[in-house]
């Protein structure tokens, strides 16, 4: 049996890892994120919003299963890069068509296995989201430094033209067609429009650069901004295409960085989190309903609500975890399209995930409600997406929702 090739991992800090190549042979830079979830990683590679990121995969096991042609949420792997300990010799499942490592190499995906990924998560967690670059073809830690810190950071990233559709396309409802939803890709996945088609909606995507005229010209009933990669801060045309949306009150639903872009569009600010929220485990109250969902994440960035603690883009500093201490205020808060109130906030760290437009019909969440794979405590979610297009507001939803949670505490 032959030995695998070398490589190495070097964080912009100069922090040094040493592994084996897996995948393809060659060199990558990104930035170094954690994924916790213990399944679903060929979702999360085919997954737009990991794009020029390199995904350290807390789990220790990866690519049991294989992979196959049914779980892309898009069409090609995304991630800039892959860090695994323990990958499965092979790959079993009756659903595999290919080996996870084969994927990975015939699309050319640099990574390294063989990394002890809890030192490497617990060094992410403390110092933050940073740079790294892995190479299997120069074992040289300092020269890849250097070309490390020359790389390009993610604030400042404007990437939703780099994952976007090229034309706009349609995904037809399933059964009877009760709406139209006018999707703008900003790196949107496949479960989104699957999951939305179940409920009788025809999606048609358009390309993020669209307009608010093309947007209006599929007989949209509503506007559905998807989840992206990239710094919401950079996102001026989705923002102001937003508030045009606003403005003429058609129904408007975002998710992870259309959640962003609906907040900037709402007056808030975004904000880089430390190591940001990625995985199929994180507890988000939903304030609406009363009720604790476990979700899925993928965000670096969050909408700044006035009052909240912002933990700096960084260093955190030992010990210390995003919005450690922070309480979301529940007041209302008046912008140029009325009230807007925190629907949604993250358990772990106080993050505000989700936001409700009062005067408007307007709703976001930060998290995966489509949630491939897994797990679907919120796909209610789209059912109150269609509810909110059929005309049955928020604020009805969310005096019922208050109703049945009074209810289960006084049961």
Request: proline share 5%.
């Amino acid at each position: 049996m032959s030995r695998r090739r070398s490589a190495i991992l070097v964080l912009e800090d100069g922090r040094t890892f040493h592994g084996e190549a897996y995948g393809s042979v060659g060199e990558t830079f990104g930035e170094a994120v954690f994924n916790t979830g213990m399944t679903g990683y060929q979702e999360t590679l085919t997954d737009p919003s990991y794009h020029r990121q390199v995904v350290v995969q807390t789990a220790p096991h990866i690519g049991n299963t294989g992979v196959n042609a049914e779980d892309d949420e898009s069409g090609r792997i995304w991630v800039a890069g892959y860090v695994v300990r323990d990958p499965a010799r092979i790959g079993s499942n009756w659903r595999a068509t290919g080996g996870l490592e084969d994927r990975l190499a015939a699309e050319g995906v640099v990574g390294i296995s063989g990394v002890d990924t809890r030192a490497l998560t617990r060094h992410l967690r403390e110092r933050g989201a940073m740079r790294v670059g892995i190479s299997s073809v120069d074992d040289d830690p300092r020269a890849l430094l250097a070309r490390v810190r020359q790389s390009p950071q993610m604030v400042g990233a404007d990437l939703s033209a780099e994952v976007t559709t090229e034309k706009p396309y349609v995904v037809e409802a399933v059964g009877e067609h009760r709406f139209t939803v006018a999707a703008l890709d900003l790196g949107i996945k496949r479960n989104v429009s699957r999951r939305l088609a179940a409920r009788g909606v025809t999606t048609h995507v358009l390309p993020a650069g669209s307009t608010i005229d093309d947007l209006l010209a599929t007989g949209a009933d509503a506007v559905f901004l998807s989840p992206g990669p990239g710094d919401p801060a950079t996102a001026h045309g989705p923002v102001a295409l937003a508030q045009e949306v606003l403005r003429r009150r058609v129904p408007l639903f975002g998710i992870c960085f259309g959640s962003q872009i609906l907040g900037r569009a709402l007056g808030f600010g975004t904000y880089k989190l430390g190591y940001g929220h990625r995985g199929i485990n994180q507890p988000v109250l939903d304030r609406v309903t009363g009720k604790v969902e476990v979700t899925s994440h993928n965000h670096g960035f969050a909408v700044a609500w006035p009052g909240r603690e912002q933990e700096p883009s960084a260093v955190l500093g030992p010990g210390r975890r995003p919005g450690q201490g922070a309480v979301v205020p529940d007041q209302v808060i008046e912008t140029e399209f009325g009230g807007v109130q925190v629907s949604h906030v993250c358990l772990n760290d106080n993050v505000v995930e989700g936001l409700r437009a009062r005067d408007v019909p307007a709703f976001t969440v930060q998290y995966h409600p489509e949630a491939a794979a897994g797990p679907h405590d919120a796909d209610y979610l789209f059912d109150r997406f269609a509810e909110l297009i059929e005309g049955r507001g928020l604020d009805q939803q969310h005096s019922e929702g208050r109703t049945q949670s009074e209810g289960r505490t006084n049961a």
